[in-house]
């Protein structure tokens, strides 16, 4: 256990200080000691979606129920603002998530924002613009760590499962060119029923190590976006037992970095409070994954809204469960989500 958290460790520092500047790491780590010894509940990061736009169709997408507009997306400025925001939280990591965040073209100045302020900016991405020219702008913004979707070790299956013809080699392509001018870089893939039993998961593991990618995380199914009502894609204990033999401390995890033991079921980040997501629209939601929405960055500040959150029901089901594959989470929730004309609905009626 103590070498798994020194490799899950040296892991962290190589994702997401290993850019940052001298001040930033000294900032970022007094934050977390901060918080820690003063007791002040904060989460360690904030994924801001930057955009529900995206080129794919992905077949596991959790984004598909989300109204796509680009004309009532945040800001560069209301962005900022919840950046600033969160470093006054206590937080440390901005993840910028989609839909597709390279679509934005004002992405690299919000990296090089959140970097001023004393963050670790990171972003997820389908790599279909991850050409060397935005690798060379997205480090010069000093981003701290990109991570690149990958659904299959096959070309022609990753190109059929995201809907567009060569995203696999336009992935393969932006992931060597983060590892050969050494932009920390990670291959992000899902579990599933089909893959774990086939033996893609792994060959996707072996392919992240043969391009000498930092890191692989896998994440859980869940029953969200295009599963909503897939409860049969749920993955067995048999697969539980299966894929938590596939985790490496340091090198592959299942969804949350600390992990640094074989675990059968990934963390809630969000019930765990480690975690908060800001929509596109400005919804702040317990996850990206989970449609509920405890107030809009547009109408009250992010404290306020973290604080309402956070002494919600929501915040009292099992952490070591995904909210979404929470049987009971389901049924409570789960009918109004299916009936809302759009989402996220109102966290509480």
């Given at each position: 256990?103590?070498?798994?958290?020194?490799?899950?460790?040296?892991?962290?520092?190589?994702?997401?200080?290993?850019?940052?500047?001298?001040?930033?790491?000294?900032?970022?780590?007094?934050?977390?000691?901060?918080?820690?010894?003063?007791?002040?509940?904060?989460?360690?990061?904030?994924?801001?979606?930057?955009?529900?736009?995206?080129?794919?169709?992905?077949?596991?997408?959790?984004m598909n129920?989300?109204?796509?507009?680009?004309?009532?997306?945040?800001?560069?400025?209301?962005?900022?603002?919840?950046?600033?925001?969160?470093?006054e939280l206590?937080?440390?990591?901005?993840?910028?998530?989609?839909?597709?965040?390279?679509?934005?073209?004002?992405?690299?100045?919000?990296?090089?924002?959140?970097?001023?302020?004393?963050?670790?900016?990171?972003?997820?991405?389908?790599?279909?613009?991850?050409?060397?020219?935005?690798?060379?702008?997205?480090?010069?913004?000093?981003?701290?760590?990109?991570?690149?979707?990958?659904?299959?070790?096959?070309?022609?299956?990753?190109?059929?499962?995201?809907?567009?013809?060569?995203?696999?080699?336009?992935?393969?392509?932006?992931?060597?060119?983060?590892?050969?001018?050494?932009?920390?870089?990670?291959?992000?893939?899902?579990?599933?029923?089909?893959?774990?039993?086939?033996?893609?998961?792994?060959?996707?593991?072996?392919?992240?190590?043969?391009?000498?990618?930092?890191?692989?995380?896998?994440?859980?199914t869940t029953?969200?976006?295009?599963?909503?009502?897939?409860?049969?894609?749920?993955?067995?204990?048999?697969?539980?037992?299966?894929?938590?033999?596939?985790?490496?401390?340091?090198?592959?995890?299942?969804?949350?970095?600390?992990?640094?033991?074989?675990?059968?079921?990934?963390?809630?980040?969000?019930?765990?409070?480690?975690?908060?997501?800001?929509?596109?629209?400005?919804?702040?939601?317990?996850?990206?994954?989970?449609?509920?929405?405890?107030?809009?960055?547009?109408?009250?500040?992010?404290?306020?809204?973290?604080?309402?959150?956070?002494?919600?029901?929501?915040?009292?089901?099992?952490?070591?469960?995904?909210?979404?594959?929470?049987?009971?989470?389901?049924?409570?929730?789960?009918?109004?989500?299916?009936?809302?004309?759009?989402?996220?609905?109102?966290?509480?009626?």
């Open positions: 256990m103590i070498f798994g958290n020194l490799k899950v460790a040296r892991l962290a520092y190589r994702l997401y200080f290993r850019r940052a500047t001298f001040m930033t790491r000294i900032l970022c780590a007094w934050r977390l000691l901060k918080n820690r010894l003063f007791g002040i509940r904060a989460p360690i990061s904030v994924m801001i979606g930057v955009t529900y736009r995206c080129q794919c169709g992905c077949v596991y997408c959790g129920l989300y109204q796509v507009d680009a004309e009532v997306e945040l800001s560069t400025e209301e962005i900022k603002t919840v950046i600033e925001q969160a470093r206590g937080v440390v990591e901005i993840t910028l998530f989609g839909g597709e965040p390279l679509l934005r073209d004002d992405l690299d100045e919000i990296v090089a924002f959140a970097s001023s302020a004393s963050m670790l900016p990171s972003i997820d991405t389908n790599g279909l613009l991850l050409t060397p020219e935005r690798v060379e702008s997205l480090m010069n913004a000093r981003l701290s760590a990109v991570k690149v979707s990958m659904d299959s070790p096959e070309a022609g299956e990753h190109d059929r499962m995201r809907g567009v013809a060569g995203c696999f080699d336009q992935a393969v392509s932006g992931i060597r060119c983060c590892v050969e001018r050494g932009l920390p870089c990670v291959i992000s893939t899902y579990a599933s029923r089909e893959n774990i039993r086939s033996g893609d998961l792994r060959r996707v593991i072996e392919l992240g190590k043969s391009l000498g990618v930092d890191a692989v995380r896998i994440i859980d029953l969200s976006g295009c599963l909503l009502a897939e409860k049969h894609k749920k993955l067995s204990p048999e697969d539980r037992r299966e894929l938590a033999s596939m985790l490496e401390p340091g090198l592959v995890f299942l969804e949350n970095l600390a992990s640094a033991r074989a675990l059968t079921h990934p963390v809630c980040s969000a019930v765990a409070r480690r975690y908060i997501y800001v929509s596109p629209n400005g919804d702040v939601q317990p996850c990206c994954f989970v449609p509920l929405s405890a107030g809009n960055v547009r109408e009250d500040p992010l404290n306020t809204i973290l604080a309402r959150l956070w002494n919600s029901p929501v915040m009292s089901y099992d952490p070591g469960r995904c909210l979404m594959n929470n049987h009971k989470f389901r049924g409570h929730y789960l009918p109004r989500i299916e009936a809302a004309d759009s989402l996220p609905v109102a966290l509480e009626e």
